[in-house]
């Protein structure tokens, strides 16, 4: 089956062309070619689908915060193409058969593409090894005890040694859990004057200098998950410097918010690692520059609203935000910082590609019919109840943000169509 896709352009100034798909490909541009079906690009920035490497899903076991279709759902609608979801489910994908049963449900739904990631350690204790060749056989694309912290050095550096040898990486949160303590929010100026503990930089820093270490020592493939200090970016920086095998991701709350907002005593803001300070959202978009940031990412992690509106001590960390995530960043860098839209767009496609070791995908003929197409000129309202996430609420409700997709394809069939 052929599609048209009429009405787009490959560059924001460029003139409006059309792009052929046949089945789940590309076919090519401006051919002369009748089409079983035609989409209007409605003038809008066409792009290969986005890549996200950090969503939580929350299926198998908290379905009330989230599951794969409403997840999955949210990342079309976000303009993802494919998403990688965490394994602190309950049970924790720790499992081969939970494992291959979440990627065939997946399959079914025709939304976003499905790779999970499985847990390093079994149930995510920081205990035994889980068994990852299993697990990378049954569809883990990368390995991660994320949502919790990987105290125990000498399992993390097995971990990755194993993992190495079986092609794939390991990403963690890296935050020394003992000098976070029970800080909610980063610790400094602003959590002083309101009273509430803190969470220290030096929490991330400290965990990032050992975590470079190992992967020194192992030559194996680090990942490092939302970076939110400008003190751990630095670690990175002069570790690349000294070619150590590591990546990085930023989220888009950390470039766009900082502890100020918990002024408001909304637990809406309450993330992990913490929101942090002007000055750390500065170094971070410097790191986005001068690539020391390979990719970003969303850590969409969604809860109910009733969980959301404990207090600030009480309320569990996380928001849903994968639907915003581009518009936002687009809005907040792109057109009120300048930060180059193509850029941009590569921290969200191939830089997670590569980060992946994952093919990159471009517009040319025969490549996947993974697009979406971006609306950059026309500002909406974050709406958070029309959210298809089960998350309906968002630290930028009633913002006017341009930039949102309008149309995502994935394996050339129409996921995603804003009405
Ligand atoms: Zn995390």
């Given amino acids: 089956m052929i599609i048209q896709i009429k009405n787009i352009k490959r560059t924001p100034n460029g003139p409006l062309e059309q ?83 979440l990627i065939r449900k997946a399959e079914t739904l025709g939304l976003a593409r499905l790779r999970p990631s499985a847990a390093l350690s079994r149930g995510q204790k920081g205990e035994g090894l889980a068994d990852l060749a299993l697990l990378k056989e049954a569809g883990a694309v990368m390995f991660t005890d994320d949502g919790r912290t990987n105290e125990d050095a000498h399992l993390l550096r097995r971990a990755l040694e194993y993992a190495h040898s079986l092609g794939r ?16 929010m980063n610790e400094g100026v602003v959590s002083e004057e309101l009273g509430l503990p803190g969470n220290p ?49 930023v989220c888009c709350h950390h470039l766009t918010l900082t502890d100020e907002s918990l002024r408001s005593f909304d637990a809406m803001y309450k993330v992990a690692p913490p929101l942090r300070t002007q000055a750390d ?16 990412a969303t850590d969409h992690a969604p ?12 309320a569990p ?35 997670v590609a590569k980060v992946l070791g994952w093919a990159v995908s471009t517009l ?4 996947p019919a993974d697009l979406t197409v971006l609306d950059l000129e026309t500002g909406r309202e974050v709406r958070p109840l029309e959210f298809k996430s089960k998350a309906k609420f968002s630290p930028w409700a009633g913002e006017t943000l341009k930039g949102w997709p309008i149309l995502t394809l994935v394996r050339g069939v129409v996921a995603f169509e804003r009405g």
């Fill in 19 to 101: 792009l052929y798909l046949e089945n789940d490909l590309i076919l090519g541009w401006n051919l002369e070619q009748s089409a079983c079906l035609e989409l209007d690009g409605k003038g809008g920035l066409v792009v290969p689908a986005f890549l996200e490497p950090h969503v939580h899903l929350r299926e198998p076991g908290q379905t009330e915060k989230e599951d794969l279709e409403s997840g999955l759902s949210a990342a079309v609608a976000g303009g993802y193409g494919t998403v990688v979801c965490m394994p602190n489910t309950i049970p924790v994908l720790d499992d081969p058969g939970i494992l291959s049963s």
């Fill in 169 to 184: 990486i390991v990403s963690v949160h890296a935050e020394d859990a003992t000098l976070r303590k029970d800080g909610v």
């Fill in 201 to 249: 930089w030096a929490a991330e820093s400290a965990r990032v200098a050992r975590d470079l270490e190992l992967c020194e020592l192992t030559g194996a493939r680090l990942h490092i998950q939302h970076l939110s200090t400008q003190q751990a970016l630095e670690k990175v920086r002069e570790a690349k410097k000294c070619g150590v095998n590591v990546t990085c991701e």
């Fill in 281 to 296: 959202c500065d170094a971070l978009l410097e790191g986005l520059l001068d690539g020391t940031v390979d990719c970003l």
């Fill in 303 to 314: 809860h109910t609203l009733a969980e959301k509106e404990r207090d600030l001590l009480e």
């Fill in 317 to 351: 960390f996380g928001i849903g935000n994968i639907e915003v995530a581009f518009a936002l960043l687009y809005t907040r860098l792109v057109l009120e910082k300048g930060f180059p839209l193509e850029r941009l767009i590569g921290l969200m496609t191939e830089g």
């Fill in 364 to 367: 040319e003929p025969g490549m």
